[in-house]
C-alpha cells in the first residue's frame, strides 16, 4: 500500500489544524452557514436530515487493518457505533457533531486519511478495480497510476472550483471491475499494435438525472502523457462546462453538446501545448511509486483446488459461499475473498465498529494486513492462502460477513436515501431489506444466478440504478413513495444503461414487482443464460406484462 511521506503528512495535518479554526468561528457565530458551507464541504462535511455526514476518501479502495481501526474508533466514540461505506469506496459517518469535526480529522490524520476533495465541486476520490495488483486477468496493477494522478489533483489549484463535481476510475484489467464507462474520466489500461502499455480514454460517463455511458476519445495513450492528457480534458471541461445550470453542468452534457469529434479535437488542441511540458511522468517516477505496491512475501504453495473441492462436497453453504464469494488470485495457492456486507437486517454496505476491528484483526492474520472497498459496498480480502479458506469462513460467519451472494440478487447496491439524506425522495434501505428477505433462500438465489439489483432513493442516482441489471428508483408522489423500475442496465465491460418499464409502483407492490420480473426471467431463459443475455434476447415486453399484470 501507498505510505504518506513527510509532504503528505503535513499537507494533511495543516488542513485539520486549518479546519479547526474555521470550525470555531462557525461555532462562535463569527461565519454564518453560507460562509462555512464551501469550507466545511472541502473537508467532506454535509449537512444531511438528522446531522453532519462525514465522507472519508479510501484512495482506490485501498485499506489497511491499522486505517480500519482507526475508523472503529471513530464510529464508536463519534458516531453511532457504525459507518457506511459507499459506491466511491469511501466510508461516510452520517451522526456527526460538528463540534468533533476537527478531532475525527485529527484522528485519520494519524493513519494516514483525510477527507479533503470528498465532496464539493472538484476531482473526488479516484476509484479502481478492488482486485488490483491480484487478479489474474489483470494487464498491469493500475494502482502505481491511480496515485499518481491522485497526487497531481490533489488542492490542484486549476481544478478546485470546477463546474460540478468530477470522477475519475481506473482500471488494469480487460474485464471491467471499476465502472470506467460510467465516470466523467474512465482509464482502461490496454496495449497498442507494438505490445506498449498505455490507457483507453473515456469521457463523458455519468449517472443522475442524465445519464450517458462514456465515450472513447482516445484508444491507446502512452504512460509517459496521462497527466498532461488529463489536464487537457479538464481545462476544456474547465472553460466550457455549464455554471449557470446544475443540472447541466457535468463533463457528459458538455461531450453530448459538443459531440464526442469536436470534444476531442479541442481536448488534442489543448495537449499539444501540454504533452511534452513538466507534465510528462518520467519511468522514474512510476517506478518508485510502484515500489510502494511491492507485492507481500508469498510464500511458495501448491494450488489446493482440488482439497478444497472436497470439503465443499460435504457443506453446500460453504460450497456457494466458495462459488460466489472467492476469486481466482494470480499466485498459486492463493485466493481472493470478498466479504459481503449484505444481509437481513442491515443496511447495505454499513459494519458496526465491532465488525471493523475484528475485520482488522482477521486480515492481519490471514491477508497481510489489507484490505479493500469495492464500488459494491462490501469489501475485500486480496492475499488469502487456500489453505485458510475454511478457517476464515467460519469466523467471517461469527460476524455476519459470510452470505454467499457477492453478485447475486441480494448483494445489492443501495444509497441510504430518505433514511439520511436530505436529497432524497423515497426511502431504499427498507425496500433492500424486503428484497433480501424474498431471496434469502441461499439455493434460490444461487439458481437465480448473477444477477445485479441496484436502488437509489432519488435522481441523483448514488445508488446507480441505471446501470444495475435491475434498477430501482425511489419517487415521491402525493406525499407517498413510489418505485420506477429499469431492466437491462451494467456497469461492466459492455456498460449500457436501463430501460424503464413504466410507471412506479407503490412501496407495498414494489418488491413483489421485483418478484415478478425475476420469475419471468427464470420462466423464459435459456439454459444457464444470465440476466442480461435473456433480456437483450427477448426485449422489455415479457417482463413488462408480468409487472403489470401481477400487480
Known amino acids: 500500500m501507498y505510505r504518506y511521506?513527510?509532504?503528505?503528512?503535513?499537507?494533511?495535518?495543516?488542513?485539520?489544524?486549518?479546519?479547526?479554526?474555521?470550525?470555531?468561528?462557525?461555532?462562535?457565530?463569527?461565519?454564518?452557514?453560507?460562509?462555512?458551507?464551501p469550507l466545511r464541504l472541502m473537508n467532506g462535511l454535509y449537512l444531511q436530515l438528522h446531522?453532519?455526514?462525514?465522507?472519508?476518501?479510501?484512495?482506490?479502495?485501498?485499506?489497511?487493518?491499522?486505517?480500519?481501526?482507526?475508523?472503529?474508533?471513530?464510529?464508536?466514540?463519534?458516531?453511532?457505533?457504525?459507518?457506511?461505506?459507499?459506491?466511491?469506496?469511501?466510508?461516510?459517518?452520517?451522526?456527526?457533531?460538528?463540534?468533533?469535526a476537527p478531532d475525527i480529522l485529527t484522528t485519520l490524520a494519524e493513519v494516514e486519511m483525510h477527507c479533503i476533495q470528498s465532496s464539493g465541486n472538484c476531482i473526488r476520490n479516484i476509484t479502481s478495480d478492488q482486485y488490483a495488483g491480484r487478479a489474474k486477468d489483470e494487464i498491469k496493477d493500475p494502482r502505481v497510476y491511480c496515485e499518481i494522478i491522485r497526487q497531481w489533483y490533489t488542492l490542484h489549484p486549476e481544478f478546485a472550483y470546477l463546474p460540478r463535481k468530477f470522477k475519475i476510475a481506473v482500471t488494469g484489467s480487460p474485464n471491467d471491475r471499476a465502472a470506467v464507462k460510467v465516470h466523467d474520466i474512465g482509464l482502461r489500461m490496454c496495449f497498442n499494435d507494438t505490445e506498449e502499455l498505455g490507457f483507453e480514454v473515456i469521457v463523458g460517463g455519468g449517472q443522475g438525472r442524465t445519464p450517458h455511458i462514456g465515450k472513447?476519445?482516445?484508444?491507446?495513450?502512452?504512460?509517459?502523457?496521462?497527466?498532461?492528457?488529463?489536464?487537457?480534458?479538464?481545462?476544456i471541461y474547465n472553460l466550457y462546462g455549464r455554471r449557470d445550470n446544475i443540472y447541466k453542468a457535468r463533463i457528459k452534457i458538455l461531450v453530448n453538446h459538443l459531440g464526442i469529434d469536436e470534444f476531442c479535437r479541442q481536448v488534442d488542441e489543448e495537449w499539444e501545448n501540454l504533452k511534452n511540458g513538466t507534465l510528462q511522468i518520467p519511468q522514474k517516477e512510476i517506478d518508485r511509486i510502484n515500489a510502494y505496491f511491492a507485492p507481500p512475501a508469498y510464500e511458495r504453495l501448491d494450488n489446493l483446488q482440488a482439497e478444497t473441492n472436497d470439503l465443499r462436497k460435504t457443506n453446500y453453504e460453504f460450497d456457494a459461499w466458495m462459488n460466489s464469494?472467492?476469486?481466482?488470485?494470480?499466485?498459486?495457492?492463493?485466493?481472493?475473498?470478498?466479504?459481503?456486507?449484505?444481509?437481513?437486517?442491515?443496511?447495505p454496505g454499513d459494519l458496526t465498529d465491532t465488525q471493523m476491528d475484528a475485520v482488522a484483526d482477521l486480515a492481519d492474520r490471514y491477508s497481510f494486513g489489507e484490505l479493500r472497498v469495492n464500488h459494491r459496498q462490501n469489501l475485500v480480502f486480496v492475499d488469502v492462502k487456500q489453505s485458510d479458506l475454511r478457517e476464515l469462513w467460519h469466523k467471517l460467519k461469527a460476524l455476519d460477513l459470510a452470505t454467499a451472494n457477492i453478485g447475486h440478487a441480494t448483494d445489492m447496491i443501495c444509497c441510504p436515501g430518505l433514511d439520511y439524506c436530505s436529497l432524497a425522495s423515497a426511502r431504499s434501505i427498507p425496500i433492500a431489506d424486503q428484497i433480501t428477505k424474498r431471496f434469502e433462500n441461499l439455493q434460490h438465489l444461487h439458481a437465480i444466478g448473477d444477477l445485479t439489483i441496484n436502488i437509489s432513493g432519488c435522481v441523483n442516482a448514488c445508488g446507480h440504478h441505471h446501470v444495475g441489471n435491475i434498477g430501482i428508483l425511489g419517487m415521491e408522489k402525493d406525499g407517498k413513495e413510489y418505485?420506477?423500475?429499469?431492466?437491462?442496465?451494467?456497469?461492466?465491460?459492455?456498460?449500457?444503461?436501463?430501460?424503464?418499464?413504466?410507471?412506479?409502483?407503490?412501496?407495498?407492490?414494489?418488491?413483489?414487482?421485483?418478484?415478478?420480473?425475476?420469475?419471468?426471467?427464470?420462466?423464459?431463459?435459456?439454459?444457464?443464460?444470465?440476466?442480461?443475455?435473456?433480456?437483450?434476447?427477448?426485449?422489455?415486453?415479457?417482463?413488462?406484462?408480468?409487472?403489470?399484470?401481477?400487480?
Open 51 to 100: 446531522a453532519y455526514m462525514l465522507r472519508i476518501n479510501v484512495p482506490y479502495g485501498c485499506l489497511s487493518s491499522k486505517q480500519l481501526r482507526g475508523l472503529a474508533h471513530i464510529a464508536r466514540v463519534y458516531d453511532k457505533g457504525f459507518g457506511h461505506f459507499t459506491t466511491r469506496q469511501n466510508l461516510q459517518f452520517n451522526w456527526i457533531k460538528l463540534e468533533d
Open 325 to 347: 464469494n472467492v476469486a481466482e488470485h494470480k499466485i498459486s495457492g492463493y485466493a481472493i475473498v470478498n466479504l459481503s456486507l449484505k444481509g437481513l437486517g442491515r443496511p
Open 216 to 235: 472513447t476519445i482516445r484508444n491507446w495513450l502512452p504512460e509517459k502523457d496521462l497527466l498532461s492528457y488529463l489536464e487537457a480534458i479538464l481545462r
Open 483 to 551: 418505485y420506477q423500475f429499469t431492466l437491462g442496465g451494467s456497469s461492466g465491460q459492455n456498460a449500457s444503461l436501463g430501460d424503464r418499464t413504466g410507471p412506479g409502483l407503490s412501496a407495498d407492490l414494489a418488491v413483489a414487482g421485483i418478484e415478478s420480473i425475476v420469475n419471468t426471467y427464470l420462466d423464459i431463459r435459456n439454459d444457464g443464460e444470465p440476466f442480461l443475455d435473456t433480456y437483450n434476447r427477448v426485449g422489455m415486453n415479457p417482463f413488462k406484462e408480468a409487472l403489470y399484470d401481477n400487480n
Open 5 to 37: 511521506d513527510e509532504f503528505d503528512q503535513q499537507l494533511v495535518s495543516e488542513r485539520v489544524e486549518e479546519f479547526r479554526q474555521q470550525v470555531a468561528r462557525r461555532l462562535n457565530g463569527e461565519l454564518n452557514e453560507d460562509k462555512f458551507k
